[in-house]
């Protein structure tokens, strides 16, 4: 399996029929997070994948080891949080109003953007209030 680590898209090419699993290293400065007041906190994460190649969809599951950071809620000094939610995601090679289902679409080009649902697994693990420490007295005492 095929995978820019960067862009997190897979070469469908590089895929068999049925089950495929990798692992990646994934440079988590360099992907465009676009997440408002969260950065990587590690330079590199893992990213575990396990991909279901068939003939009506492909679905792709998973999880992402990873660190960030964002301001901590009391006094914006940085708070650490792993990520926590599993990936999945279905794709469809067309869509299907009948089944009610809601599928990406897998685009013409033979590439499989995961980008949001790694995206989305981060975007869940944010903590709702993030902390830098159990006992943060806040802004005012430091």
Not at 57 to 64: I, M, Q, R
Not at 98 to 126: K, T
């Amino acid at each position: 399996m095929k995978l820019d680590t960067v862009k997190l898209i897979i070469d469908l090419k590089s895929l068999s029929r049925g089950v495929n699993r990798g692992v990646f290293i994934i440079p988590l400065e360099k992907v465009e997070w676009n997440i408002e007041g969260v950065e990587p906190f590690d330079r590199q994460g893992t990213l575990e994948l396990m991909v279901d190649y068939g003939d009506e969809a492909v679905l792709c599951s998973g999880s992402l080891d990873a660190h960030f950071r964002t301001p901590c809620a009391r006094c914006l000094e940085p708070s650490h949080f792993s990520i926590s939610e599993e990936i999945y995601r279905e794709y469809a090679w067309s869509p299907d109003p009948a089944s009610g289902e809601q599928r990406e679409l897998i685009s013409q080009s033979g590439e499989l953007n995961i980008f949001n649902a790694v995206q989305e697994a981060v975007l869940l693990s944010i903590p709702g209030k993030p902390l830098c420490s159990p006992d943060c007295t806040g802004i005012c005492y430091n």
